[in-house]
């Protein structure tokens, strides 16, 4: 099956800073990514859409300035948390559609958020 | 907005036995799935429904899409360790966004 990656997997900050995840399709385009939240013992809650080549959608509630998203690749998709604060630590995990019209999201594995 | 409705929430069975949790929406989905995510890692399907009334096995997993597209129900036959992990329905939606239930986390006793 189609694989996705993001990188990193794990990362700590300091509040304040800024840190960017990726997302990449590995054997297949990725016209449209997807990135997801996932707060602990929780579901995973959709925060934007990420069309390549063009602005992201972002979900009710989500603030755009803070959750940066760059789709400049068919098969890269990239979220920057900035200025993040401890209560942005979470596990982000983003997905993938193939580009030719298949209706299967394929998940990256994670990368987990801590913000001191 | 649209949510799907996941129960149990936690489940601690023994090894062996049989497990049920369903998944209700008070929308349409014309398309249902069922992913398991293990800790530390994104979730990966199991299976997915299309047609309304459709029952579909996967090895030990057993899911049926309800007549009226608004729920759905996940079997596991003699579950084994690994099994272990939180199980998401999620409804595809028309705008092509999957909308998750709220997962069921299964505990496995040895």
């Known amino acids: 099956g189609a694989v996705v990656s993001q990188h990193p997997s794990w990362v700590i900050c300091k509040s304040g800073t800024s840190v960017k995840i990726e997302c990449r399709s590995l054997?297949?385009?990725?016209?449209?990514m997807f990135w997801y939240r996932q707060f602990p013992k929780q579901s995973l809650m959709l925060m934007a859409t990420?069309?390549?080549?063009?602005?992201?959608?972002?979900e009710q509630g989500v603030e755009k300035d803070k959750f940066l998203i760059n789709h400049a690749s068919l098969t890269l998709s990239t979220l920057t948390v900035t200025s993040a604060h401890p209560e942005d630590s979470s596990f982000y995990i983003c997905?993938?559609?193939?580009?030719?019209?298949?209706?299967?999201?394929?998940f990256g594995e994670g990368s987990r958020l801590t913000v001191l | 907005g649209q949510q799907l409705n996941q129960s149990p929430q936690s489940m601690f069975i023994q090894e062996g036995e049989d497990v049920s949790m369903n998944c209700t929406s008070s929308s349409i989905f014309n398309t249902w799935l069922w992913y398991k995510q293990d800790p530390g890692e994104g979730p990966v399907l199991l299976i997915a429904l299309y047609k309304a009334g459709e029952l579909t096995s996967n090895g030990r997993l057993t899911a049926q899409f309800g007549i009226t597209r608004k729920d759905s129900f996940l079997n596991i036959s003699a579950s084994i360790p690994s099994d272990v992990g939180i199980y998401f329905c999620a409804g595809l939606n028309q705008g092509g966004k999957l909308i998750f239930g709220q997962g069921t986390e299964l505990s496995v006793k040895p």
């Open positions: 054997d297949f385009q990725a016209t449209t």
């Open positions: 997905s993938a559609r193939d580009g030719q019209g298949a209706w299967e999201l394929f």
């Open positions: 990420s069309n390549e080549g063009s602005k992201a959608t972002y």
